[in-house]
Structure formats: structure tokens, C-alpha cells
T-cell receptor, first 113, second 112 residues
Framework: DTAVSQTPKYLVTQMGNDKSIKCEQN?????MYWYKQDSKKFLKIMFS???????INETVPNRFSPKSPDKAHLNLHINSLELGDSAVYFC????????????FGSGTRLTVV | DAKTTQPPSMDCAEGRAANLPCNHS???????VYWYRQIHSQGPQYIIH???NNETNEMASLIITEDRKSSTLILPHATLRDTAVYYC?????????????FGKGMKLTVNP
């Protein structure tokens, strides 16, 4: 199926660990995003890549590092996990830099204990 | 950034039209209005967008007032599956790019 797929769907880990979340889209889009949805349900953009180039980098701790090996993939690596990193992380993609027609993945629920 | 204001929640009877209002009184002339929704625990879903003309697609209709200070998303025949948080968004430009900035949204509950 054409989609934005994220792995893993659930991730439980201890404080201080390093973890990665992978995202892949087969829609042929050239722009990908990471959003974070916290416990209060606010969705906030973290990063955006266009053709592997970082174009949006919100105020996110340096412990978060996105990597885009090609335009179909945008992975999120998190170092030294903290309790406050617990959230649902959504990957999304779009064609071009305009915010219509974003396709979101189903999310990765990260729980830091 | 142009901001939007939506009521926190709304109820609608199944089979009836759901009219979801949004105020965006500070919108600029070239800014689009976008609607997304998030069904419980799923990723947000794009619904529709418009600039100044009314728009319709297979999911919904978007009515934008002539002064563009408000809009209404219309789900013509609401079903239980339309229960979700609906976000009205005005694009935010940053460094030649645009990004979606989600507000609190409005919880629509469709009742049987």
C-alpha cells in the first residue's frame, strides 16, 4: 500500500538510552517532516527535509538528530532519552514545501521510564 | 503568524450536516486555510484547503467568507467515523518554506 510507514509503533525504553525511529514513504514525495504530540495532544513540528536538505529545524534539543539518507526516508535518532521525551512522534510527507496534502504516518508512541 | 480560533467542541447527530466554524481574522491575502483532522490515536488526515473560493472534494466543503476572516468546514452527512479533532490552520512561512502549525483544534463528536 502507498503510505507513510513508521517503525516501531511502540517503543519503551529507559532514561539515558539512545533510540531511533524510522520513517519511509512510497508516495514519491520530496518533503518529509517529524512532528511530536505530547500528553496534552499538541502537535508540534520538529524538523522538515526537502530532497534530503534540512529546511525546518524548530527549537529542539541537540539530542534529537534527524537523518535523511534519501528523499523517501527520514529517520529520527534520540540520544540520552529523558522522561519528557515521552510522546507520540509522527512522520509526514508532502510534495513540495506547501502544507497541503500532508500524509501522516500512524505514529510511534515513545515511553521513557 | 496568522492564528485561528475554533470552539473547543461540537456535537452533531449522525446523518446531519456538521458545520465547523473557524475564525482567522488576521489572515493575509495570500495565505491559504487548511483543514486536517485527527481520529483518535491516528495520524492527522488532510481534508481540504482553500484561498478565497469555496472548495469541495469527496470529504467535505469549505466555505470562506468574502473578507476571508472566517471559514466553515462542512461535512454534509456526518457519520460516527467523523468523530475526531478537527484543525483549522493558516500556513506559516519560514525561510521560503511553509509549515503546518497545529492549534488546539475542535473535538467533533457525532452521536447516533
Amino acid at each position: 500500500d502507498t503510505a507513510v510507514s513508521q517503525t516501531p509503533k511502540y517503543l519503551v525504553t529507559q532514561m539515558g538510552n539512545d533510540k531511533s525511529i524510522k520513517c519511509e514513504q512510497n508516495l514519491g514525495h520530496d518533503t518529509m517532516y517529524w512532528y511530536k504530540q505530547d500528553s496534552k495532544k499538541f502537535l508540534k513540528i520538529m524538523f522538515s527535509y526537502n530532497n534530503k536538505e534540512l529546511i525546518i529545524n524548530e527549537t529542539v534539543p541537540n539530542r534529537f538528530s534527524p537523518k535523511s539518507p534519501d528523499k523517501a526516508h527520514l529517520n529520527l535518532h534520540i540520544n540520552s532519552l529523558e522522561l519528557g521525551d515521552s510522546a507520540v512522534y509522527f512522520c509526514a510527507s508532502s510534495q513540495g514545501r506547501r502544507p497541503y496534502g500532508y500524509t501522516f504516518g500512524s505514529g510511534t508512541r515513545l515511553t521513557v521510564v | 503568524d496568522a492564528k485561528t480560533t475554533q470552539p473547543p467542541s461540537m456535537d452533531c447527530a449522525e446523518g446531519r450536516a456538521a458545520n465547523l466554524p473557524c475564525n482567522h481574522s488576521t489572515i493575509s491575502g495570500n495565505e491559504y486555510v487548511y483543514w486536517y483532522r485527527q481520529i483518535h490515536s491516528q495520524g492527522p488526515q488532510y481534508i481540504i484547503h482553500g484561498l478565497k473560493n469555496n472548495e469541495t472534494n469527496e470529504m467535505a466543503s469549505l466555505i470562506i467568507t468574502e473578507d476571508r476572516k472566517s471559514s466553515t468546514l462542512i461535512l454534509p452527512h456526518a457519520t460516527l467515523r467523523d468523530t475526531a479533532v478537527y484543525y483549522c490552520i493558516v500556513r506559516v512561512a519560514q525561510g521560503g518554506s511553509e509549515k503546518l502549525v497545529f492549534g488546539k483544534g475542535m473535538k467533533l463528536t457525532v452521536n447516533p
